[in-house]
């Protein structure tokens, strides 16, 4: 069974820009998680989608937003581009259950190989 | 406090033995414990998921959860050069929260 797939692997923006990074589960998984990895911060949660809604959102400012299609994949925005937003970015795919919080392996998360964005 | 805290510092231990990473999380009310290993330049690797107390062993792998002190850590055993890269706790309630991980480093 393939794996997640992300694409671009690789970007360089620079500030004021805006950028689409795309997401493909793996197959039969209903839910994405779209993460962000940096040195200092380290994995920091931006959303889920389930079923092509928002399930979980953390705490990033709006320019950051996403969705999901009907055949699972999904795309992250990050408009208005800003140096900070230089980072690894992850989805992760999983089965999703009813709660993303349940005690299932459903929830088990399958990590792509990030689009690692640089804005200059 | 934050959610979940991976305190030690890079670990160094030689080949063959145990390589021992612990974890404290905040939210009580957590249901599903994950460990992660990640190599440099690499994305993260699911290697164990843990959901009641006690142990579970998978191969050279013990993940050992203990929810009344809020504590999560995996053993490796036999630890081979290949296990050197960062491992990352996550724990589950309605997102995935992870651990800032922790390096490990198997010296041949």
């Known amino acids: 069974k393939a794996g997640v797939t992300q694409t671009p692997r690789y970007l360089i923006k620079t500030r004021g820009q805006q950028v689409t990074l795309s997401c493909s589960p793996i197959?039969?998984?209903?839910?994405v998680s779209w993460y962000q990895q940096t040195p200092g911060q380290g994995l920091q949660f931006l959303f889920e989608?389930?079923?092509?809604?928002?399930?979980n959102k953390g705490n990033f400012p709006g320019r950051f937003s996403g969705r999901q299609f009907s055949n699972s994949r999904s795309e992250m925005n990050v408009s208005t581009l800003e140096l900070g937003d230089s980072a690894l970015y992850l989805c992760?795919?999983?089965?999703?259950?009813?709660?993303?919080?349940?005690?299932?392996?459903?929830?088990?998360?399958?990590f792509g190989p990030g689009t690692r964005l640089t804005v200059l | 406090q934050k959610e979940v805290e991976q305190n030690s510092g890079p670990l160094s231990v030689p080949e063959g033995a145990i390589a021992s990473l612990n974890c404290t999380y905040s939210d009580r009310v957590s249901q599903s414990f994950f460990w992660y290993r990640q190599y440099s330049g690499k994305s993260p690797e699911l290697i164990m998921s843990i959901y009641s107390n006690g142990d579970k062993e998978d191969g050279r792998f013990t993940a050992q959860l203990n929810k009344a002190s809020q504590y999560v850590s995996l053993l490796i055993r036999d630890s081979q050069p290949s296990d050197s890269a960062t491992y990352l706790c996550?724990?589950?309630?309605?997102?995935?929260?992870f651990g800032k991980g922790n390096q490990v480093v198997v010296i041949p």
């Open positions: 197959s039969g998984h209903r839910s």
């Open positions: 989608y389930f079923s092509e809604t928002q399930r």
């Open positions: 996550a724990v589950s309630n309605n997102r995935l929260a």
């Open positions: 992760a795919s999983s089965l999703g259950g009813p709660s993303s919080g349940s005690h299932s392996s459903y929830n088990e998360q399958f």
